[in-house]
Antibody
């Protein structure tokens, strides 16, 4: 049973850097796409970005200038850094495993395992 | 950026059925290979449906998915109070390399 365990600082001041890490236990790390998703209080899901085992990344264009996602394959972990945070970055941050399946004619994607979430509050 | 539009809320009585729509900006949402997620209060999202209509192991067949034209639909039959949750549709936008989620639909079981 694959589990994602995440951790990081929960209280930040404006202009500081958010830093979270997600560890993958019980399954392959190589064959998937590893995402961060956030959810502001009372709002919907917003994808932050993803990384592969090889370190290839994709980011939400609205956050790209402030986001870095990195991977440590020796520990089966991936991390999120978000710089210059403001109150608008206050949210629950989730890590998740993304699956991509190729058929003869198309490919489809989904996120099948999620971490429990880390609440990050930005306040002076 | 592609947008997925969901109704903010739906409601139905226990034992009844409900559908939640997810409208896309393209002409054929089947090609978006929509996935659906259930988020119970205070918990992380959980995968319900992938590839428009497939259920992961362990998801009851009370939950179903379909897609046609410009909308995908999540159906839930035999509603239970434990189904009260927020439901999100999502898709990988391959040409832009981004994940997109709908705004979410709050299901109330009256």
């Amino acid at each position: 049973q694959v589990q994602l365990q995440q951790w990081g600082a929960g209280l930040l001041k404006p202009s500081e850097t958010l830093s979270l890490t997600c560890a993958v236990y019980g399954g392959s790390f190589r064959d998937y796409y590893w995402s961060w998703i956030r959810q502001p209080p009372g709002k919907g899901l917003e994808w932050v970005g993803e990384i592969t085992y090889s370190g290839r990344t994709n980011y939400n264009p609205s956050l790209k200038s402030r986001v870095t996602i990195s991977v440590d394959t020796s520990k089966n972990q991936f991390s999120l850094k978000l710089t210059s945070v403001t109150a608008a970055d206050t949210a629950v941050y989730y890590c998740a495993r993304g699956v991509r399946v190729w058929t003869d004619f198309y490919y489809y994607c989904y996120m099948d395992v999620w971490g429990k979430g880390t609440t990050v509050t930005v306040s002076s | 950026q592609s947008v997925l539009t969901q109704p903010p809320s739906v409601s139905a009585a226990p034992g009844q059925q409900v559908t939640i729509s997810c409208s896309g900006s393209g002409s054929n949402i089947e090609d978006d290979y929509i996935s659906w997620y259930q988020q119970l209060p205070g918990t992380a999202p959980k995968l319900l449906i992938y590839d428009n209509n497939k259920r992961p192991s362990g998801i009851p067949d009370r939950f179903s998915g379909s897609a046609s034209g410009t909308s995908a639909t999540l159906g839930i039959t035999g509603l239970q109070t434990g189904d009260e949750a927020d439901y999100y549709c999502g898709k990988w936008h391959g040409s832009q390399n981004v994940w997109v989620f709908g705004g979410g639909t709050k299901l109330t079981v009256l």
